[in-house]
């Protein structure tokens, strides 16, 4: 039988860089060119950037993620849900939690990251880490009890009413912006006046947003402290207790809500596999392999590539996550075939960040975006990503609507 | 001026028994005749046989309440937010805790109630008994926060899906009917399985609902049986801890959301103020006064009455506060007048409780109701208290549906 010597194409992970892996390779391989399997922990994809509006309430999480086997022909994968414990990068083999181990061919890792501390104690035990379907829903929920607690005590807990973010990054002013604009609207609801509320955000780098361009930080910073929140930048933290923050300057701030965004590391598992890597990223080659490895991929936020004009690290995004994706289905099907490889090439499009309501910021191609055109640009970098994924319906399905 | 002559109507509590006196007080007496003061904790009265509803997250709580402003003449009554402190019986006047103090020639004190304890240790610590918006909004997002932590927590917690409610009278019913028909939708919105949750109502008394019909009971109690609770009858609670309950035949339920629903007592000003009283309830004469006080009225749950027939205290229900509220306006008008009072006579039309969605039990009459019919009625019964206080505009726009 020809079938069993099909090569085994195992993808690790169903975030935006293994979903788009295992949407495209059905596309360039034939039923009988390779079995694929793809394995994520959810039997759901969820779209990481979007997060920041569920955890603040602004959109339910369930328009934040879909079915797996809504989008990835399920003739044409096996799907396996289940958490990947360790590689065996010489064995060729995957340990899962529950399945046990799985064999590959060929591996494409789209593991994702996991928040980086950079030493600060108390994280994970005190403050809200987790963007995910299921973080997002807590903190949200928490932020609501917060509310619903604060005018059934004998006295005012201000804490209650006191939300820190640590990380004035992509991922903390996203959700600051979300959850700024929604607080007029949460303190009607729970009896609260909207004087009580304080919301901070605290950044250690000298300024929010490191690497956007400064009349785009002004602009953003300008429009939050309208809507109440209070900058410290340059204001390392030096520690997240029960209580709150302790900052290196000494200053406590007490909150029953700190959210932690200031940064990724890469899945441990990386490190665990035992792959040279920088904070869980592995330094792939030009054309997405780990070093020596010919048949290991590595893509998403796991991988590290250097931006020879900057010659610093390109960041973690969706966007390069997904072009890797696409490279990466193109080259496992060049493997097979016996071709020579692509090299990846990012091409960076452009980046947005929203804002809350109708705001956000962004630079596409040389341009600046304010206000409702950079909203709108924001939107319409969502639905692309849908369109990548699921073509039209998906769009029509799970989109937003820029208008 | 004869205005300086008019004597002072001081109403304390804003609940079934202060704002029927207040709205019938406004028609029974003219502009001269009496200055009408109101007092209550909020702006805002609530109808606490609702409650349930929102405290288990199946009707907003909005639909419970109203601002005074919107149904009591503010024209004819001068309304006071603040809370009471004491009753001075003697000296004629009340103090609050913000205004100081306030003289009355006439006094109506229908200051409601508050749980009761029955001696278990650690009610008030750990378990939910505030039969209030901010208690019910409270309870509500409580619950959803357990749902949203629970797929976030590395081990199992079922404590977070488990649910006692203390007592099988009215309010326990009432609530764990709400909360297990909305419980698949619950489980639905936080991906959990509907079979992780488990719902306990624990009874003191040999029955369940004591003094209703026994059949009613059994059509009540196999509904919910259906729905997942589980009865725990003749089954006192010895403690409520901070992991839950501890019943006396020694069995420990762990559970993060014990609900108190065990009955009430008067508000514990009725004690401060040296009436005589069992439970905070005052023995009021046939005309609601209390005993030893020409110009005190004491209605609602801090009144205390014997049925006649059965020997035994009328229960505090809404039913008997409003009339008791009609007659204590006509009594204070006949007081004014120097005409002799009526005499108190309550006119029991019908008891119903509602089990979630469409289901209900209720006795109308000498008509046993079930279902689908003593929803109707329920949905009557509080449209027509609605009715009673502001008429068909206040009914269309607060009532509910019955169809």
Not at 10 to 33: F, P, R, S, W
Not at 140 to 160: D, L, Q, V
Not at 213 to 234: C, H, Q, S, T, W
């Amino acid at each position: 039988m020809k079938l069993a010597t099909k090569p085994n194409i195992l993808i690790l992970g169903a975030g935006y860089g293994g979903m788009v892996t295992a949407t495209k390779i059905t596309k360039e391989l034939g039923h009988n060119q390779a079995n694929i399997t793809l394995v994520s922990k959810h039997d759901y994809h969820y779209q990481t950037t979007w997060l920041h509006e569920p955890a603040a309430g602004t959109m339910h999480h369930d328009r934040t993620r879909m079915q797996i086997s809504d989008v990835v022909d399920i003739n044409k994968v096996n799907f396996i849900q289940d958490e990947v414990v360790n590689i065996h990068r010489e064995e060729n083999k995957v340990s899962l939690k529950n399945t046990g181990e799985v064999e590959f061919d060929y591996l494409v890792t789209a593991l994702g990251a996991v928040p980086e501390t950079f030493g600060v104690g108390g994280v994970f035990e005190h403050s809200f880490n987790k963007w995910t379907v299921n973080g997002a829903r807590q903190l949200k929920e928490h932020t609501e009890y917060m509310f619903a607690k604060y005018n059934n005590e004998p006295e005012p807990r201000e804490e209650y009413l006191t939300f820190v973010v640590a990380g004035a990054g992509f991922t903390g002013m996203e959700f600051i912006g979300e959850l700024s604009e929604r607080m007029p609207k949460l303190c009607k609801e729970y009896d609260i006046p909207l004087n009580k509320v304080k919301m901070y955000v605290i950044e250690a780098a000298p300024t929010a947003l490191p690497g956007f361009d400064p009349e785009l930080v002004e602009y953003a910073m300008n429009l939050l402290e309208n809507r109440g929140v209070e900058f410290k930048i340059n204001t390392p933290i030096s520690e997240v207790t029960a209580d709150g923050v302790t900052l290196k300057d000494g200053e406590e701030i007490k909150s029953s809500t700190v959210i932690w965004a200031t940064g990724v590391r890469g899945n441990p598992v990386i490190e665990k596999a035992g792959f040279e890597n920088m904070r869980g990223r592995v330094k792939v080659e030009k054309d997405l392999r780990a070093p020596g490895h010919d048949n290991i991929f590595i893509i998403g936020d796991c991988s590290l590539m250097i931006n020879e004009e900057t010659e610093r690290p390109y960041p973690p995004t969706a966007q390069i996550a997904m072009q890797q994706a696409e490279t990466v289905a193109k080259n496992l099907h060049a493997l097979i075939k016996g071709e020579s490889l692509h090299e990846f090439k990012p091409d960076i499009k452009g980046t947005v960040a929203s804002l809350g309501g109708k705001e956000a910021i962004g630079v596409v191609g040389n341009k600046k975006l304010f206000g409702t055109s950079a909203n709108f640009m924001k939107k319409m970098i969502d639905n692309r990503y849908l369109w990548i994924l699921g073509g039209t319906g998906l769009v029509l399905k799970k989109g937003k609507n820029p208008f």
